[in-house]
């Protein structure tokens, strides 16, 4: 049996699997985003399997085997012929993901840190609306105007009701 065959909570450091171009994906689970365990194999130059074996001794270091949180799921990487296929991947929240790699070389911890900072910023920008320049009063006024003409367009359409 394939360790891609397995779930994250079933795998075992004696299981192997060949390893594959990965495609990036960051999830973000409501607002907690999450980095998973091809992104940082990835990131890393490390194999998949040996970043899953890490993972899952850093946490039963941290959690004991009992009471091992749920950061397990899958996801899918390219196959070399093009094909797809779904492995089983760790999603770790930022402090996981940080005490993982504080036992990697200053390289690939600066290559993990550099992109949290990267997701962080998209998470920023992706869901708080850039606000105008306000020391430049003529740009101040076109973002209003602007947001204005939106909120119309939306009224007109019926997506938000008219205010009283």
């Known amino acids: 049996m394939l360790r891609s065959d397995l779930s994250p909570q079933q795998w075992s450091p004696s299981t192997t699997t060949p390893t594959t171009a990965a495609t990036l994906s960051t999830v973000a689970y409501g607002a907690a985003l999450t980095m998973s365990s091809l992104e940082i194999a990835e990131l890393t130059g490390k194999r998949h399997d040996n970043v899953m074996r890490d993972i899952r001794s850093m946490l039963v270091e941290l ?24 492995v089983p991947c760790f999603n770790l929240p930022k402090r996981e993901t940080m005490i993982l790699v504080s036992g990697y070389s200053v390289v690939l911890r600066s290559r993990i840190v550099d992109r949290w900072m990267e997701l962080e910023e998209a998470a920023k920008s992706a869901f708080a609306p850039a606000l105008p320049d306000f020391t430049n009063p003529a740009r101040a006024a076109i973002a209003w105007a602007e947001q204005y003409e939106r909120a119309e367009k939306e009224r007109r359409r019926g997506d938000i009701p008219p205010t009283p």
Not at 63 to 86: A, D, I
């Open 63 to 86: 959690y004991g085997e009992g009471r091992l949180p749920s950061f397990g799921g899958t996801s899918k990487v390219t196959q070399p012929n093009g094909g797809e296929r779904e």
